[in-house]
């Protein structure tokens, strides 16, 4: 069982930052100004659910850590100037943290929350609507960058 004491802080600080990436590339994938604010929230209420089924111990830790991070209002640290492909190039390296440092079941639970993460924030919101009438749930831009996130993720 992996825990957070077996990662070095960095590493942690990784593993934090990568889900709140794949959100984000997610959003700007297809900025519409109406649908960002719904499209944040779904990304933290699907990084703050409680993990069910195996590789529990970490992501645990990792909720935990969000969690505690809203009550401080911070968020993981990161560098707001990194371009797209250095964005997936971070996802993907958080992917084999978990693969070399983690039971293959934790780093199965770990991409599945990566994976979820994007796909709830994708599905926030209409995109291409006008007052409401018209849209698509995902857009082909959001899909696109959801397949990008599959592939960083080894997927």
Not at 126 to 145: I, Q
Request: proline letters at 3%.
């Amino acid at each position: 069982m992996t825990t957070k004491d077996d990662l070095t802080p960095d590493e942690w600080e990784h593993l934090l930052t990568a889900p709140w990436v794949a959100g984000i590339l997610v959003v700007f994938a297809d900025t519409h100004i109406t649908g960002m604010a719904g499209e944040f929230r779904a990304l933290w209420q699907s990084l703050t659910v409680e993990p069910t089924g195996t590789g529990q111990s970490i992501m645990t830790e990792l909720i935990a850590d969000l969690q505690d991070s809203e009550s401080d209002e911070d968020t993981p640290a990161g560098d707001e100037d990194l371009d797209k492909e250095e964005l997936l190039a971070l996802i993907s390296a958080a992917a084999h943290l978990v693969d070399t440092r983690c039971r293959p079941d934790e780093a199965a639970a770990y991409k599945d929350w990566i994976r979820n993460a994007a796909t709830a924030t994708a599905e926030a919101s209409k995109e291409s609507w006008f007052f409401g009438v018209g849209g698509e749930r995902v857009s082909d831009k959001e899909k696109a960058a959801m397949a990008e996130i599959d592939t960083a993720l080894g997927r």
